[in-house]
C-alpha cells in the first residue's frame, strides 16, 4: 500500500479502490506494468549466438557448464528458457497483446522486441509464431504473429522504430 509518515515510523495505508502506481500515472500504470513485464522476459532471453561470454556466464548460473567449460552447454541453457517460455504460452500471450500493442507504441516495441529475442536461434519459437492462432487476428479471425507482424510492416502508417523491430523478427524466422 502506500506508505504515510505518522511520527517516526511509517504506517501502511491501502487506499480504498485506488492503486497507487496507477494514480501516480495518471490511471495508466498498467501500461508501465505491461512494459516491465515484457522488457523483463525479452531481457531474460537476449543472449546470442555471438555473445559466448556472456552465455558461459549464464551456464555457470543454470550449472550445466560441463567440465572443459563447454559454451555449447552453456548455450542449452538459454534455449531451455527460450522454451519454456513459448511452451509457457508466449505466443498465445502475444496475439492476445497484439491489438493493444498497436495503440500503445512502449508496448509494442518491447513486444517485438521479446518476440525477435526468442526467436533467434530457437527452431520451436519459430515454428510457434507460423502456427495459426484462433483469436489472433481479433473478432475470431484466426491468424498467426508472423501475419500479424508482417501486416505491421506494410502499414503505410507504421513508423521507423516499429518497422525495423517488425522487419528484424522477420529476418529470424528465415
Known sequence: GVLAE???RSVGVQEQGRHPKRTALGGRGYVLEIVSALSLLK???YYGK???GAVASLGDECGTRDSAGNVAASRRCL???REAVVRAGLMDTAAALWRFALTEEAVLHELLGLLTNVAY???LAKTAMVEIR???GGAGVPTSVMALVMK???RPSVD???FALGMALLQTLV
Open 50 to 52: 555471438d555473445d559466448a
Open 121 to 123: 536461434d530457437c527452431e
Open 79 to 81: 534455449f531451455t528458457v
Open 152 to 154: 505491421l510492416c506494410t
Open 134 to 136: 484462433p483469436e489472433a
Open 43 to 45: 531481457h531474460l532471453v
Open 160 to 162: 521507423t522504430p516499429a
Open 6 to 8: 505518522k511520527g517516526t
